[in-house]
């Protein structure tokens, strides 16, 4: 049987120009080539599988070329090119720092790096996983970093630069590698499929560069996996199964039972995912990348930021031309909502239900609040329709009528004022002062006589029941202090328009004065009176039955406990503690 080998070594890159996804390196690197300015020290950052490795080595193998191409490409043919292939050349070192990452193995390092070599032109040191080295044997590096011999060059990568010691991060020339894009790596798998003779579907591909996410080596682990599973042909279901990867479908199916406010079929289908070894999580999180990629959808102009095959994307443009905006963002608030307390609850199939519902009533609700904007938008402004703008009943009082001339033709008089049972328009002050100076000088004028105004008296029955109301009022808002000052000192009718509060200290009166104009349009109001009067004061014999009540209020507490030890007022002062009261 032939040895195997994967698709990640068998078809490595041995040139600039077959690295794919890198070209802003590559190009660099080239043009140092061929200007001789080569660095020292390289360091190759980026994610795992985009080819950091790769490019050192070709770097090494470039620069050691006997035959260099035009266009600063190894040669691949010349004795230098040939014992690097074979892994026997005596210039080009590998160190893999994740299992030689102590002192000992850099001081190693450092001794080979003092003998020339015998044939090329460099010595090339390659340090893979750099970061992984301890903080001692970065220090034992930094000098033969800053100053190697002239024919020596390393060149270090890594996956995490934040590791690196700032002081090797200044000796080397730094490159940063970037994930390799979706296209370019199917372009890549469609290559080595047509080389290996595999049928292949280009969703498929798509899927599988989609789980990559950027790093070639696992697009190509994955690719490899699924050639030996479906034997030779490659299809998008058997992408799906072999990946474990929930598809599109459950999500299209998903968002249509939303929109149709299906519940059964919902719960049903997510029973389904359930079955088929998801989690509630992937699950949740899955459908939130629907919805973004729906909204998405919604402009053309940012069709380039969904991530999907033609025939993917048709469909999601589709979906998104009947979805509305408003549904999806509340949907993703929602959804992102359930993320968090995914984690914590201790019933997780529960809360992903919970959230499949209210998404399942979400539709009705967005309908609901744009009818009633149209209806708003629609209609007139009322002004004694809004129940928040009530009409207010307009009086007047005359405390002297005068004697003078009184229009009586009221008609001519408020002829713009167009007064009915639904609205009211105001005319301008240029009408009104034109009408006034055109109405008839010959107009007969009663005489008005003084009328006094008169107030019906107060029901006693009724204004106990409402001060408990208002009692009870002050309760719910949590006024302990003032429902205990009002249970204490209860108000008194004195006459038809007159209530009056007594109380029995001055700290009393000042708590109820500013709750005095609360209390006064809640009692008007409740009273159905025109205006009334209310009057709060200090009783000194209130006061005096006061200083016989017990304490409750915390200033209260504090004087009757200084009464029974007035060392205590010395400790406080002392302190310099302060009251809450």
């Not at 300015?37 to 190759?44: E, K, R, V």
């Not at 474990?244 to 199916?253: E, W």
């Not at 930021?305 to 509305?324: C, G, H, I, P």
Request: glycine fraction near 2%; charge should be negative; aromatic fraction near 10%.
């Amino acid at each position: 049987m032939d040895n195997f080998i994967v698709s990640a070594r068998k078809y490595r890159p041995s040139r600039f120009e077959d690295v794919v996804g890198q070209t802003q390196v590559t190009n660099t690197l080239k043009n140092a080539l061929r200007t001789s300015q080569i660095a020292q020290s390289f360091l190759f950052c980026g994610p795992r599988g985009v080819g950091k490795t790769t490019c050192a080595r070709i770097l090494a193998k470039a620069v050691n070329c006997e035959n260099i191409a035009v266009d600063f490409e190894p040669c691949n043919a010349c004795a230098s090119c040939e014992a690097f292939n074979k892994n026997a050349s005596f210039n080009i070192h590998e160190l893999d720092a994740a299992s030689n990452n102590g002192v000992d193995d850099i001081r190693a390092l450092i001794d080979q790096v003092r003998f020339a070599p015998q044939e090329g032109k460099k010595k090339i040191y390659i340090i893979d996983e750099v970061h992984m080295l301890s903080t001692p044997a970065f220090n034992a590096f930094l000098k033969t970093l800053e100053e190697p011999p002239p024919y020596a060059i390393f060149i270090l990568a890594t996956t995490e630069k934040h590791k690196i010691i700032p002081t090797i991060l200044s000796r080397c020339q730094i490159f940063d590698f970037n994930r390799i894009l979706t296209e370019d790596m199917i372009a890549h798998l469609i290559g080595i499929a047509e080389k290996e003779q595999i049928n292949v579907e280009v969703e498929a591909l798509h899927l599988i560069a989609q789980k990559a996410d950027g790093a070639l080596r696992d697009a190509l682990s994955m690719f490899d996996r699924i050639s030996i599973f479906s034997d030779g042909e490659i299809k998008y279901s058997d992408v799906v199964e072999n990946l474990n990867i929930l598809d599109y479908d459950y999500f299209f199916k998903l968002t249509d039972y939303f929109l149709s406010s299906d519940i059964p079929a919902s719960l049903l289908l997510f029973n389904q995912v359930l079955q088929k070894g998801f989690d509630g999580e992937n699950f949740i999180s899955g459908l939130s990348d629907h919805f973004r990629s729906l909204l998405v959808a919604k402009d053309e102009d940012t069709h380039i930021l969904m991530d999907f095959s033609e025939n993917v994307r048709k469909r999601y443009v589709e979906q998104a031309a009947y979805t509305t905006a408003a549904f999806l963002i509340s949907g993703l608030a929602l959804l992102n909502d359930t993320d968090f307390q995914y984690k914590t609850s201790k019933n997780k199939r529960l809360s992903v239900e919970l959230a499949l519902l209210k998404l399942s009533h979400l539709q009705n609700a967005v309908d609901l609040s744009k009818e009633l904007f149209l209806e708003v938008k629609k209609k007139p402004l009322l002004l004694n329709e809004n129940p928040l703008l009530p009409v207010p009943e307009v009086t007047m009082d005359f405390p002297q009528a005068a004697k003078g001339p009184v229009v009586t033709d009221q008609k001519k008089m408020f002829e713009s004022r167009n007064v009915s049972g639904h609205s009211i328009r105001l005319t301008s002050l240029d009408n009104l002062k034109k009408e006034l100076l055109e109405k008839p000088k010959d107009v007969e004028v009663p005489s008005v006589e003084n009328e006094e105004i008169t107030f019906e008296e107060i029901d006693r029955y009724a204004f106990q029941q409402i001060w408990k109301s208002y009692l009870l009022k002050i309760i719910s808002e949590k006024k302990q202090v003032v429902f205990q000052i009002l249970e204490a000192f209860p108000p008194e009718i004195l006459d038809d328009k007159t209530i009056m509060i007594r109380v029995g200290t001055k700290s009393y009166l000042n708590t109820l004065n500013s709750e005095r104009e609360e209390m006064y349009y809640f009692l008007k109001k409740e009273l159905d009176k025109k205006a009334i009067d209310l009057i709060i004061k200090v009783d000194q014999q209130k006061s005096k039955a006061e200083s016989m009540r017990k304490p409750y209020t915390p200033g209260e507490k504090f004087n009757y406990m200084v009464q029974k030890n007035p060392k205590l007022q010395e400790l406080k002062d002392r302190l310099k503690l302060e009251l809450d009261y």
